[in-house]
């Protein structure tokens, strides 16, 4: 009796499709480990590109993650790995990469700072060299000192010159100078100019009209502010007046000297470039 031919099953062995799952994990293991290093896109593509056409298995194999997400749709997935590295916990990289942004953000900021703090303080040097130039020619220069900042040009004018102690009248022989400043103000003041009063640290007596120091460098600074508003053409709204009283001195209060260079009234002009312009 013939021997009965063994039934041979469909299918590959039992080995080789160990060794293909394998495979398959071993391949996702790495494309993993890639993507997680500092990479752009276009790279990323051209790799992707050389896996499919030296293995044909992403062209439409099995669904490895997701629904068709990554291999089964091919390999313009490839290039959407980044999201589905976040939605797996491991978008740390992409946190180092926005620290990364963040501080050169702030470098780009703080470099953008500087470049305008020079570019004001080049406004501001034009514009005092122009005044300076014009407070020589007037011949006040005795009587009016001159400073900038990167906001500002600021004229000083001596309290002594401007007012009697106690008053805020402005003194006859202080008219020429105040009208020679306000010609000043009228050429080259385009935008803001603050009028600041000052004042040494004693005390009003009781008996005058003003009760304290931060009253009489208010009522100072309005006086030269009501004094610009009639006799020059410059715009009302453009003029500031404050009294900042006793608390910003430039000198030492214990001598006559220095509560002398305090009482002062300070004209600021704000250049182009200023934020108070």
């Known amino acids: 009796m013939a021997k009965r031919q063994e039934e041979i099953k469909p299918g590959l062995p039992a080995w080789q499709g160990t060794f293909g799952d394998l495979m398959n994990l071993l391949l996702c293991f790495f494309v993993l480990l890639f993507s997680m290093a500092s990479m752009d896109a276009a790279k990323f593509e051209e790799v992707a590109a050389s896996f499919s056409s030296a293995f044909s298995i992403f062209s439409g194999g099995e ?3 997701g629904k068709g997400a990554l291999i089964g749709d091919g390999v313009s997935q490839l290039t959407e790995l980044s999201s589905y590295i976040t939605s797996m916990g491991l978008a740390q990289s992409g946190d180092d990469a926005d620290e990364e942004a963040d501080a050169v953000g702030d470098k780009d900021e703080e470099q953008l700072k500087e470049a305008l703090e020079e570019k ?8 005092a060299e122009k005044i300076q130039a014009a407070i020589d020619e007037g011949e006040i220069d005795n009587e009016v000192s001159l400073n900038y900042t990167s906001q500002y040009v600021e004229l000083t004018i001596q309290g002594s010159i401007l007012f009697d102690s106690g008053k805020v009248d402005i003194k006859a ?7 020679k400043v306000g010609q000043i103000l009228e050429t080259y003041a385009g935008g803001t100019v603050e009028i ?3 004042t040494d640290n004693v005390p009003m007596g009781g008996n005058g009209k003003y009760s304290n120091n931060d009253e009489l460098s208010s009522g ?7 004094y610009f508003i009639e006799n020059t053409n410059l715009e009302p709204s453009k003029l500031l007046h404050t009294g900042r009283g006793e608390y910003d001195p430039i000198a030492d209060n214990s001598t006559d000297e220095g509560r002398a260079r305090n009482r002062r009234v300070e004209i600021k002009i704000y250049n182009p470039l200023s934020a108070n312009y």
């Open 63 to 65: 669904m490895a993650i």
């Open 120 to 127: 004001q303080m080049e406004a501001s040097q034009e514009l």
């Open 173 to 179: 022989d202080a008219i020429p100078v105040i009208d």
């Open 196 to 198: 600041e009063g000052h």
């Open 220 to 226: 100072r600074a309005l006086s030269i502010f009501n």
